[in-house]
């Protein structure tokens, strides 16, 4: 396992209290990351090997292209884009399609060096959250005071909390974690279906309430979709 380059203030993380916490956490690592191969690590022949061989998924291609300056994705791109040609490509493409290489550029497609980077680093920041959840009152009271843990945060912060946390703590972890997680959804179905009922022309003259935007909180919810507001705060 590599060593983190990165360095996550958890107590900052938890201290804002807009959105999923996890989802803030793995924005602060993509972006350090992001920064560090298109800054520092640029040169650096061990990096570029990986990132030659993994490349990037869709969302971090965006990234580095966002966060790094034109010439060191440019130098990034060119040796990824010569190892795929060199490796996945045969000589004479007057031939039958080689499986194997079909196969290799499969794998090759799903991988990507910053989701790697992060799933080793994850497991050593939830360490550090589980310790403060469970040592330190104030932070216990930062964590349920979180406006919600979207669905893909709350499956995976569980199943790591079954081997992180000891099993005394297990339950009131969970229920933490879940109450975040079920209070949300609720209140999303509520607010949805709201939304639904405001088509119906019996309502026209009804009050939208918190509803106008039921179909972009359920998406940041599903599946980790900012908010358009924050968004435009971003740029
Ligand atoms: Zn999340
Ligand atoms: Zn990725």
């Not at 709350?154 to 969970?174: C, E, M, N, R």
């Not at 599903?222 to 924050?230: C, H, K, N």
Request: contains cysteine; hydrophobic residues 35%.
């Amino acid at each position: 396992m590599k060593e983190t380059i990165c360095t996550i203030p958890i107590n900052d993380i938890f201290m804002e209290k807009s959105g999923c916490p996890f989802c803030r956490m793995y924005d602060m690592l993509e972006t350090q990351y992001a920064t560090f191969i298109t800054g520092s690590a640029m040169m650096d022949p061990e990096t570029r090997v990986s990132t030659n061989k993994k490349g990037f998924c869709k969302k971090h291609f965006e990234k580095i292209t966002e966060v790094g300056k034109r010439l060191p994705n440019a130098l990034i791109l060119q040796t990824h884009l010569q190892y795929i040609l060199d490796n996945y490509f045969p000589k004479n493409t007057h031939s039958r399609p080689d499986k194997k290489k079909l196969l290799a550029l499969d794998e090759m497609l799903h991988t990507c060096y910053i989701c790697d980077r992060i799933q080793n680093d994850v497991e050593h920041f939830l360490r550090t959250v589980f310790k403060e959840w469970e040592t330190n009152p104030e932070f216990r009271k930062l964590y349920q005071e979180q406006e919600f843990i979207c669905l893909e945060h709350y499956q995976q912060i569980t199943t790591i909390s079954l081997k992180g946390v000891p099993s005394k703590h297990l339950a009131d972890f969970h229920k933490d974690t879940a109450d975040l997680a079920k209070k949300q959804l609720e209140l999303l179905i509520a607010d949805t279906t709201h939304f639904c009922n405001m088509f119906d022309y019996r309502n026209r003259d009804a009050d939208w309430g918190n509803s106008r935007d039921a179909i972009e909180r359920d998406l940041r919810f599903l599946a980790g979709i900012p908010l358009p507001e924050e968004n435009k705060t971003e740029e």
